[in-house]
């Protein structure tokens, strides 16, 4: 069975950086693209950010040049590093792993907060 | 960026009977390997959405027969061929051609 655990999420103030885990278990994760999604309470979705098996990163404009996505293999673990965090960052942050052959969104984790207040 | 539109924004449905929605891109999502990268997601009340059509029309694994999926270029539906109350949540479409991957406002299914 397939697992997505998000960690890390919490309040932050403007300016601050927050660094989201995805623990990942259940099917091969070097052999998938990841990404993170985001949802601002109440809101729709907003796709964030993917890392290919390459390591090959991409970001949504919003993020790019403020966020870092990267992934560990050996850990079967998949990351996020915000940094210049604004309030319209607040939002739970999905970890998602793509379909095998496409990016797809097959799988989900259940979401972490990310609440940037001062 | 491709602009994906949804409607309608809310849906009541009656259980038992067929609803449709709509989702349009702003850009052609046909490749040239003639496949459309349109998907299709539910999230249900205080869940994390899941994937129920990719491609355009292909259902996921697990995914009840009633979900159908139709469309190309920029023009698609999702369709519920009886509605169940289990069907209830917030319906998404996302496009996968192009980076950034950009999903539709959401459509609310609720029972009348």
């Known amino acids: 069975e397939v697992q997505l655990v998000e960690s890390g999420g919490g309040l932050v103030q403007p300016g601050g950086s927050l660094r989201l885990s995805c623990a990942a278990s259940?099917?091969?994760?070097?052999?998938?693209?990841m990404h993170w999604v985001r949802q601002p309470t109440g809101k729709g979705l907003e796709w964030v950010s993917a890392?290919?098996?390459?390591?090959?990163?991409y970001y949504a404009g919003s993020v790019k040049g403020r966020f870092t996505i990267s992934r560990e293999n050996a850990k079967n673990s998949l990351y996020l590093q915000m940094n210049s965090l604004r309030a319209g960052d607040t939002a739970v942050y999905y970890c998602?792993?793509?379909?095998?052959?496409?990016?797809?969104?097959?799988?989900w984790g259940q979401g972490t907060l990310v609440t940037v207040s001062s | 960026d491709i602009v994906m539109t949804q409607s309608p924004l809310s849906l009541p449905v009656t259980p038992g009977e067929p609803a449709s929605i709509s989702c349009r891109s702003s850009?052609?999502?046909?490749?040239?390997?003639?496949?459309?990268?349109l998907d299709w997601y539910l999230q249900k009340p205080g869940q994390s959405p899941q994937l129920l059509i990719s491609?355009?029309?292909n259902r996921a694994s697990g995914v009840p027969d009633r979900f159908s999926g139709s469309g190309s270029g920029t023009d698609f539906t999702l369709k519920i061929s009886r509605v169940e109350a289990e069907d209830v949540g917030v319906y998404y479409c996302?496009?996968?051609?192009?980076?950034?991957?950009?999903f539709g406002g959401g459509t609310k299914v609720e029972i009348k």
């Open positions: 998602a792993r793509g379909r095998s052959d496409g990016w797809d969104l097959e799988d």
């Open positions: 259940g099917f091969t994760f070097s052999r998938f693209d």
């Open positions: 850009q052609s999502l046909l490749h040239s390997n003639g496949n459309n990268y």
């Open positions: 491609l355009s029309s």
């Open positions: 996302m496009q996968t051609l192009h980076v950034p991957l950009t």
């Open positions: 890392i290919g098996i390459s390591g090959d990163p």
